[in-house]
């Protein structure tokens, strides 16, 4: 990659049960990495030990600015049987954006064509501009399927550094995201590159996934990462209200 990651929106803090920071420590570290804009993305209901949902109402206590980094709020909710969200609306209209993704510990496998189909339907939601994580084949996802709805929908999907790290729990995860990946690049459809940091250490560490988009040549122009303005229109726009 020729240009600099400044943003990772997938991170996780003490308020998600099984992360190891505070907002404040996450935020300077992602100052020691020159990111640039960082989002704190807590799990929503269905994992165990995650906050209450009261935590997202609060949110606007917390400074805009922290350690000169730009800190925004969302939230990491789970894709549900039926295709629904495990997020109550009220709450997710706080949310400056969300992520969803299929989780195995609240999500009973429905098989490639319904996995799909769920996971899209959460896609239409005004507020999801992302999806984790699809990339594990024990809930496997039909990409002929998910990149075009991803870019009807104005989503980008994620390549997530931590499944590299996790890689071994993760069933055909690298070639799932090279099947992915090429896909996006027919269709022309953006992709966000995140930590998923569960510890301040791992802010900003995207080493493994840009090894992969070296690997198979990835048009840069897709990356979110690499500008804000970029960025901040495409969580502002609102396609589904067209």
Do not use: W
């Given at each position: 990659?020729?240009?600099?990651?400044?943003?990772?929106?997938?991170?996780?803090?003490?308020?998600?049960?099984?992360?190891?920071?505070?907002?404040?420590?996450?935020?300077?570290?992602?100052?020691?990495?020159?990111?640039?804009?960082?989002?704190?993305?807590?799990?929503?209901?269905?994992?165990?030990?995650?906050?209450?949902?009261?935590?997202?109402?609060?949110?606007?206590?917390?400074?805009?600015?922290?350690?000169?980094?730009?800190?925004?709020?969302?939230?990491?909710?789970?894709?549900?049987?039926?295709?629904?969200?495990?997020l109550?609306?009220?709450?997710?209209?706080?949310?400056?954006?969300?992520?969803?993704?299929?989780h195995?510990?609240?999500?009973?496998?429905?098989?490639?064509?319904?996995?799909?189909?769920?996971?899209?339907?959460?896609?239409?939601?005004?507020?999801?501009?992302?999806?984790?994580?699809?990339?594990?084949?024990?809930?496997?996802?039909?990409?002929?399927?998910?990149?075009?709805?991803?870019?009807?929908?104005?989503?980008?999907?994620?390549?997530?550094?931590?499944?590299?790290?996790?890689?071994?729990?993760?069933?055909?995860?690298?070639e799932?995201y090279?099947?992915?990946?090429?896909?996006?690049?027919?269709?022309?459809?953006?992709?966000?590159?995140n930590?998923?940091?569960?510890?301040?250490?791992?802010?900003?560490?995207?080493?493994?996934?840009?090894?992969?988009?070296?690997?198979?040549?990835?048009?840069?122009?897709?990356?979110?990462?690499?500008?804000?303005?970029?960025?901040?229109?495409?969580?502002?726009?609102?396609?589904?209200?067209?």
């Open positions: 990659m020729k240009q600099p990651f400044i943003l990772d929106i997938h991170t996780h803090t003490l308020a998600s049960g099984h992360a190891f920071g505070t907002i404040r420590e996450m935020a300077q570290a992602a100052s020691e990495k020159q990111i640039k804009l960082l989002g704190i993305s807590e799990h929503a209901p269905g994992i165990p030990g995650t906050t209450n949902p009261i935590y997202f109402s609060t949110l606007y206590v917390v400074p805009r600015v922290l350690y000169g980094v730009n800190i925004i709020h969302g939230s990491e909710i789970n894709v549900l049987e039926g295709g629904k969200l495990s109550e609306q009220k709450y997710i209209d706080l949310l400056d954006y969300a992520i969803v993704g299929i195995e510990i609240c999500y009973q496998n429905e098989g490639r064509q319904k996995n799909t189909e769920n996971l899209i339907s959460c896609m239409k939601h005004e507020k999801v501009f992302f999806v984790s994580h699809p990339d594990d084949d024990n809930t496997p996802l039909d990409y002929e399927q998910l990149v075009p709805a991803a870019k009807k929908y104005h989503v980008a999907l994620e390549v997530n550094n931590n499944t590299f790290k996790r890689r071994h729990k993760r069933k055909n995860c690298i799932n090279k099947k992915m990946l090429s896909l996006c690049m027919e269709y022309q459809s953006p992709i966000i590159v930590s998923d940091a569960h510890d301040p250490s791992g802010v900003g560490d995207f080493s493994l996934a840009i090894k992969l988009l070296d690997e198979i040549g990835f048009d840069e122009n897709l990356i979110l990462n690499h500008n804000l303005e970029k960025f901040y229109d495409f969580i502002q726009r609102n396609p589904h209200a067209e």
